[in-house]
């Protein structure tokens, strides 16, 4: 089957969504070194312990929250703690505001990739979703270090120039998006049963104008052949069905047939008569005069139609699942997608490793604190530039090649060791703007590559249900900030030794490594 062009507009609101949410958390990783100047990884822990912790939790509590809530909770809690870490000059308020922006950035990323498996395209939106995350980046970065160096104005009221826009990722989700096709519920026998009676009802009054069928055996021939026909055609546009039961209403031939009293339940109405006996057939020739409503008789037959590997849906609708068989669901989504968590933990390890730790202790010369800050910021640009090209590269890398995955995380693995020995040994052939700019550059396009592809390949594999799609991907979002966490402790470590072996006072970690 052909699928659906996505909606321009879906497409809009995914990119706004990934903007906005990206947007606040660069400005405040832009900002990390005037948050505090000596534990630039403190800043990145305080955003990635709840952003993972949220990542990890809400899968098990989406079902309760409104799409339309998380959003416009996103925008309100996000303002405000952004309006915070501008006012408060004490730096624990200033991490907890923080790390409440944190919460909502994740959030918001869970509850955006999420949504994608509700439309027709999820990989196209996943693109549009990554790609204004990696605008985000890179205008977060050069929108402070523009502010700061021409404009000469400070963090604080860099934050209190942009506090306020968080609040279009609600205005995205209400104005912009397109609501979501509600998935067919399941049809209760006793609404079946109203509804047989009620299309009975009708059947009689379009009967009443119709040619009555007589009862010759010639007749009820040509129209079982005619049927049938029709009903093969129909068959043959069917496409696969995803509901767990079929209920089909079928009529009895003992009293007769007429047109439009077999109804498949299903998302369309079809009708199907019975003909598998020839019994019956036969049978049904004496009842076909004088054939009325009052004594048409239905029988239902129920189908089975298994899903997927033959696993049920978790969804709101289906209330005999415990909570305790879905935390075992879960897990066993997450076991499935289990390569591809370590891969992106493997990325995000090394690159946020590099962004807290080592950017942070480079500097020509690296005892100016002036020189440190700039090469942070730029770095940080060039970083993130690489990432915007990265992320908005989904629809041009392969989607099933975990291989090429794997790829990326060597070479993610290969740029820290490269990194830590330019920053240790200071050799003045590549310790220098022109030499680590471009591997900054080459760290954040590895990085983005590896978010959208593994993103995109996760939501191709197959699910019992578009739930279960989703709650994968927020799984896989997870690893994310799980790998933001090590590489937090790791760049904290990194930055007090860099510190120490060229004798900078002002490390918030006290490093007793000889190097």
Request: aromatic share 12%.
């Amino acid at each position: 089957m052909i699928e659906k062009k996505e909606s321009f507009c879906n497409i809009i609101a995914f990119f706004i969504f990934g903007f906005m949410d990206q947007f606040v958390f660069a400005i405040l990783l832009a900002g990390a070194k005037d948050i505090d100047k000596g534990g630039v990884a403190l800043v990145y822990l305080a955003t990635a312990i709840p952003s993972f912790l949220t990542k990890l939790l809400l899968p098990y509590v989406a079902d309760y929250i409104s799409y339309n809530l998380r959003a416009l909770m996103f925008g309100i809690v996000t303002c405000f703690g952004l309006l915070m870490v501008a006012l408060a000059s004490d730096l624990r308020v200033q991490l907890i505001s923080v790390a409440s922006c944190s919460v909502m950035t994740a959030m918001g990323e869970s509850t955006a990739v999420a949504l994608t498996s509700k439309y027709s395209r999820p990989a196209t939106l996943l693109s549009a979703f990554s790609s204004g995350l990696g605008v985000a980046g890179v205008s977060a970065f050069g929108f402070v270090y523009i502010m700061e160096n021409y404009i000469s104005i400070d963090f604080s009221k860099v934050l209190m120039c942009i506090f306020y826009t968080p609040i279009l990722f609600y205005i995205s989700h209400c104005c912009i998006l397109e609501k979501f096709p509600e998935q067919t519920p399941e049809i209760s026998y006793s609404k079946v049963e109203s509804e047989v009676h009620d299309n009975t009802r009708q059947d009689a009054e379009e009967d009443a104008e119709e040619e009555e069928y007589t009862g010759t055996e010639s007749l009820l021939s040509e129209y079982i052949t005619n049927r049938a026909s029709k009903e093969e055609r129909k068959t043959n546009q069917e496409t696969t069905l995803n509901e767990e039961k079929t209920m089909i209403m079928v009529p009895s031939l003992e009293s007769g047939i007429t047109k439009g009293q077999s109804q498949l339940y299903l998302n369309e109405a079809h009708t199907i008569p019975n003909f598998e006996e020839e019994e019956e057939v036969n049978n049904g020739i004496d009842g076909l005069n004088g054939l009325s409503p009052k004594n048409s008789n239905f029988k239902v037959v129920q189908k089975n139609i298994p899903t997927i590997e033959g696993k049920k849906s978790f969804s709101k609708n289906n209330s005999a699942q415990s909570s305790c068989e879905k935390v075992f669901h879960t897990f066993g989504l997450t076991r499935g997608i289990f390569v591809f968590i370590i891969q992106m933990y493997i990325v995000y390890v090394c690159q946020y490793s590099l962004q807290s730790g080592i950017f942070s202790g480079i500097g020509f010369p690296i005892t100016s604190e002036a020189s440190r800050k700039k090469f942070y910021s730029l770095a940080n640009w060039s970083f993130q530039i690489g990432l915007c090209i990265g992320r908005s590269s989904g629809n041009f890398l392969p989607r099933k090649r975990v291989e090429f995955l794997w790829l990326l995380a060597l070479l993610q693995f290969f740029f820290l060791s490269l990194f830590s020995a330019i920053a240790i040994t200071q050799y003045s052939f590549v310790y220098n703007f022109p030499s680590l700019l471009p591997v900054a550059f080459a760290v954040g396009l590895v990085g983005g590559m590896c978010y959208v592809n593994a993103l995109t390949q996760v939501s191709a594999l197959d699910y019992p249900s578009k739930e279960d799609q989703g709650t994968a991907i927020s799984i896989l979002c997870g690893s994310e900030s799980l790998g933001c966490i090590s590489a937090d402790f790791l760049g904290l470590a990194i930055q007090g030794c860099l510190y120490r072996y060229n004798g900078i006072d002002g490390a918030t970690f006290s490093c007793d490594i000889k190097i």
